[in-house]
């Protein structure tokens, strides 16, 4: 054995180590970076091509230079969507009548086969006069559930023989370009929502 190459060899395992952790560090950093985009161009996705409740095709170009409040949720559910859906209402009703024309509720179905445009007209009707409910085919629904990253999932009722809807719960304030400004989750108040519109439509 050659002993006068140890020393060397010890040098280049440094190196070597030092190489692997600036690879690692590098990598980790790009796929932060990657990552970070991806949020970002949620911001300007938020596009859909659905059926209202009077039967007419609605896209997101189809509300001029109003601004969105969508919800999705779906008639049957018992407790959350009926509080969201008050909750945007108590928002709307806070705001001085030519703010408030410059906002379009939507009330967005993630449950179509049961939500029909007739089953949406009376259910939004009992909310705010201005709030518009949109349905449409599964996969025009599960379309616009991945632009919004909107979870939901059929589950067995055992009480009734009929199935129910968990399903994720948010608020979403659009400009009227469809860019996200800010998701209100259920422990954010109609307060919060109010203050966030006055604030966007100053800036205006
Ligand atoms: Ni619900």
Do not use: W
Not at 86 to 95: F, I, P, Q, V, W
Not at 131 to 147: A, E, R, S
Not at 188 to 203: F, R, S, V
Request: proline letters at 4%; hydrophobic letters at 35%.
């Amino acid at each position: 054995m050659d002993t006068k190459h140890e020393p060397d060899l010890k040098i280049l395992a440094i190196i070597a180590a030092l190489i692997l952790v600036l690879a690692i560090a590098f990598v980790y950093t790009q796929q932060n970076y990657q990552s970070n985009k991806k949020n970002l161009s949620f911001t300007i996705a938020g596009k859909f091509n659905l059926t209202d409740h009077n039967g007419t095709e609605k896209t997101h170009t189809d509300f001029g230079d109003k601004y969105k409040l969508i919800y999705f949720g779906f008639t049957y559910c018992p407790a959350i969507c009926p509080t969201e859906l008050a909750k945007m209402t108590a928002a709307l009703e806070r705001l001085t009548p030519e703010k408030s024309a410059q906002i379009q509720p939507l009330f967005i179905t993630i449950d179509p086969e049961r939500d029909t445009p007739e089953a949406l007209k009376s259910y939004v009707s009992l909310f705010h006069p201005n709030l518009i409910g949109l349905t449409g085919t599964v996969d025009q629904i599960n379309t616009v559930k991945k632009t919004y990253r909107i979870y939901a999932k059929k589950v067995q009722d055992e009480t009734l023989n009929d199935y129910t809807m968990d399903h994720s719960s948010y608020i979403y304030f659009m400009t009227p370009k469809d860019e996200l400004i800010s998701i209100y989750r259920t422990m954010d108040t109609a307060n919060t929502i109010l203050n966030d519109i006055n604030k966007q439509l100053e800036n205006n």
